[in-house]
Nanobody
Framework: QVQLVESGGGLVQAGGSLRLSCAAS????????MGWYRQAPGKQRELVAD???????NYADSVKGRFAISRDSAKNTVYLQMNNLKPEDTAAYYC?????????????WGKGTLVTVSS
């Protein structure tokens, strides 16, 4: 089984910063992609950013220039540095990884960490 442990959420004022971390553990051959999604109350879950094993990154337009995703492959950990936070960034943030074995991959989700940005 694969476990994801997220940390770093909290309450911050608009314009502030937070850093989210997600550490993966368990039995898998490798991790292809790691990413962060978020879900605000009453809205669908959306991609915030993801990063592949080749360090190719992808960001939602709403966070480009403010958020930065990175990974430490040796630690199976992905980070999301969030700067210049806005009230509309308030949401539960979920980590997702694609763990792979020869011939197939499986997506795993974390339980989420809450980010609240006050105006």
């Amino acid at each position: 089984q694969v476990q994801l442990v997220e940390s770093g959420g909290g309450l911050v004022q608009a314009g502030g910063s937070l850093r989210l971390s997600c550490a993966a553990s368990g039995t898998f051959f490798s991790i292809y992609a790691m990413g962060w999604y978020r879900q605000a109350p009453g809205k669908q879950r959306e991609l915030v950013a993801d990063i592949t094993s080749g360090d190719r990154t992808n960001y939602a337009d709403s966070v480009k220039g403010r958020f930065a995703i990175s990974r430490d492959s040796a630690k199976n950990t992905v980070y999301l540095q969030m700067n210049n936070l806005k009230p509309e960034d308030t949401a539960a943030y979920y980590c997702k990884i694609r763990a792979t074995w020869p011939g197939y991959g499986v997506d795993y989700w974390g339980k989420g960490t809450l980010v609240t940005v006050s105006s």
